[in-house]
């Protein structure tokens, strides 16, 4: 069992990572003192897998349950999927002191934490984390959003949870195409902010891949640690934080030029990753070590390195939509070397459209 602070004055919370920690939920949120109504927002995948133990822990803490289903994956990040939410908030007499407790990968908390932030100006918000991904990056850091049809993550607010509960046994559940997008992430925060982290992970390929869940705890810690500490200096993306970018410039666009429909999220990313990775080189930033090390573990793992199905035209368009843009210009994070990280504004179009063209 581990216990990450996040130190953010009064939105400071607890990251909770241990196995079996589902079971626990009812009695963590009745530490923090909050009102009796949990709202359990979760999708039918999940709720069939992990829906019931979570409900009953609640209730058996003294929690009245309103269970709240949405539709799985990035489908539930819509507008009319969050109107749905906040109608069942007010049909079940919820106000302020209520609870939205997230149960899901990325998506869903995603969408419950937009909704508690804008139900009644904010409301209490629990992040249960069921997928790798949203363990060790989506549930820390109170980033909220649902999409916008020309824009991932377009509309959205920062809105910290109170607690984030992490479960690494629940891993051992998920698809493997699923489980390998979680990796992508992973190994980001190895690329950009801790050279030792990268290389745990580079001799631990057959371990992960395994899900041995000795070796997922320490992982899945390290990532938390790692993010914790980037949102505590850097809470609202001013800059800092844009390094937990790295690879999501490219992938993201990707993502919005294909209809979300081709790629999983870290598969956009690790495609991302190559892309930038190239960039960096051709831009004289980065090396072609470092490059290679990236592209290495990310195929090692199983994660796609090229081959992009998009014109990449359409990508650089949907790269003007990026939310780092200032004044028309796109910001880049570079990995100039394993563990170090640089941020640079107005990198001109055509690298990226040439990177592109290299990775259909």
């Known amino acids: 069992m581990t216990d990450i602070p996040v130190n953010l004055g009064s939105r400071s919370y607890r990251i909770h990572v241990a196995s079996g920690a589902l079971g626990t939920v009812g009695v963590e949120l009745a530490k923090l003192r909050v009102g009796r109504k949990a709202v359990l927002v979760s999708d039918p995948a999940v709720t069939r897998l992990h829906g019931e133990p979570v409900a009953e822990s609640l209730r058996a803490a003294g929690f009245e349950v309103i269970k709240v289903s949405v539709p799985e994956g990035e489908q539930a990040k ?39 932030a804008t139900y009644m100006r904010g409301m209490n918000f629990v992040q249960v984390p069921t997928t790798l991904l949203a363990q060790v990056d989506a549930s820390i850091g109170g980033k909220t959003a649902i999409d916008h049809p020309r824009a991932k993550n377009l509309i959205g607010a920062f809105h910290q949870p109170r607690l984030v509960i992490v479960d690494p046994l629940v891993l051992t559940t998920l ?32 371990a992960l891949l395994g899900r041995d869940l000795t070796t997922l705890e320490r992982v899945v810690a390290g990532s938390c640690r790692i993010k914790a500490r980037i949102v505590e200096r850097d809470e609202q993306e001013a800059e800092l934080r844009w390094v937990l970018n790295y690879g999501h410039t490219v992938g993201h666009a990707l993502e919005a030029a294909t209809g979300f429909q081709v790629w999983t999220h870290g598969e956009a990313v690790s495609l991302g990753i190559a892309a930038e990775a190239r960039l960096a080189e051709r831009l004289g930033i980065g090396s072609s070590a470092a490059t290679k090390r990236q592209l290495s573990l990310l195929a090692a ?46 990198v001109p179009r055509e690298a990226v459209l040439e990177v592109l063209k290299e990775l259909v």
């Not at 749905?84 to 990968?105: F, M, S």
């Not at 698809?175 to 190994?187: N, Y």
């Open 301 to 346: 793992v199983g994660l796609p390195v090229a081959g992009i199905q998009v014109e990449p035209a359409a990508a650089v368009e949907a790269l003007s939509r990026d939310k780092k843009s200032r004044d028309g210009r796109i910001s880049f994070v570079f990995a100039p070397d394993i563990g170090s990280f640089r941020l640079l504004s107005d």
């Open 78 to 116: 819509g507008l009319e999927t969050a109107r749905e939410v906040w109608n069942q908030l007010l049909d079940a007499g919820c106000d302020r002191t209520a609870t939205v407790v997230a149960l899901g990968g990325g998506a869903v908390g995603d969408l419950a934490g937009f909704v508690a």
């Open 175 to 206: 698809p493997d195409r699923e489980f390998r997008s979680g990796l992508a992430e992973v190994i980001k925060h190895g690329i950009v902010l801790d050279a030792s982290y990268f290389e745990d992970l580079e001799v631990n390929v057959p």
